[in-house]
T-cell receptor
Framework: GQQVMQIPQYQHVQEGEDFTTYCNSS?????IQWYKQRPGGHPVFLIQ?????EVKKQKRLTFQFGEAKKNSSLHITATQTTDVGTYFC??????????FGGGTRLMVKP | DAGVIQSPRHEVTEMGQEVTLRCKPI?????LFWYRQTMMRGLELLIY????????DSGMPEDRFSAKMPNASFSTLKIQPSEPRDSAVYFC???????????FGPGTRLTVL
């Protein structure tokens, strides 16, 4: 079945530094979604990428979808303490079903 | 909109007891998902309903787990009998037809002693 891997598992950064998490799928994805889960919270949808090579920005967050639609990345510029949480990518399969990556936990030191 | 509602928020039970988790999806959403989240296994899809019909239950761990959706506004996930390894956070999520964004509830933290 489809597997989605994320690296790194954990990342400590100093506030103001950049952060990137990478997502790789064992199969070609139709779409990929990104979610953020704050400590003690629930996953919250950030964005969906659909097209090969697509790049989308949300303020300091930049999302990319690979040309082969098998990988994706999320880059945060100049991290803030409010960015703390776990970032998940999720591959869309079979209608609305998602296969989640293991997540990257971001910790920001003020 | 109140969002996805789950109850209870916390459940502590003893091994062998029956546990029932409840979910009310967002009104108008016709897809409902149950997930389990643990440190070891991450976020796993257990079962997916579309228009109240179970479409994919391949993620349900074993026969001790069952899920129902008797109507568009209510779903249950039952574990009988519960075991310590079932301890996890269980999330319910819903989405609209043709729109893939999933809205998650606050989760139920289950502890089986």
């Amino acid at each position: 079945g489809q597997q989605v891997m994320q690296i790194p598992q954990y990342q400590h950064v100093q506030e103001g530094e950049d952060f990137t998490t990478y997502c790789n799928s064992s199969t070609t994805l139709s779409n990929i979604q990104w979610y953020k889960q704050r400590p003690g919270g629930h996953p919250v949808f950030l964005i969906q990428l659909v097209k090969s090579g697509e790049v989308k920005k949300q303020k300091r967050l930049t999302f990319q979808f690979g040309e082969a639609k098998k990988n994706s990345s999320l880059h945060i510029t100049a991290t803030q303490t409010t960015d703390v949480g776990t970032y998940f990518c999720a591959g869309v399969r079979g209608g609305n079903m998602l296969t989640f990556g293991g997540g990257t936990r971001l910790m920001v030191k003020p | 909109d109140a969002g996805v509602i789950q109850s209870p928020r916390h459940e502590v039970t003893e091994m062998g007891q029956e546990v029932t988790l409840r979910c009310k999806p967002i009104s108008g959403h016709n897809s409902l998902f149950w997930y389990r989240q643990t440190m070891m296994r991450g976020l796993e899809l257990l079962i997916y309903f579309n228009n109240n019909v179970p479409i994919d239950d391949s993620g349900m761990p074993e026969d001790r787990f069952s899920a129902k959706m008797p109507n568009a506004s209510f779903s249950t996930l039952k574990i009988q009998p519960s075991e310590p390894r079932d301890s996890a956070v269980y999330f319910c999520a819903s989405s609209s037809q043709g729109v893939y964004e999933q809205f998650f509830g606050p989760g139920t933290r289950l502890t089986v002693l």
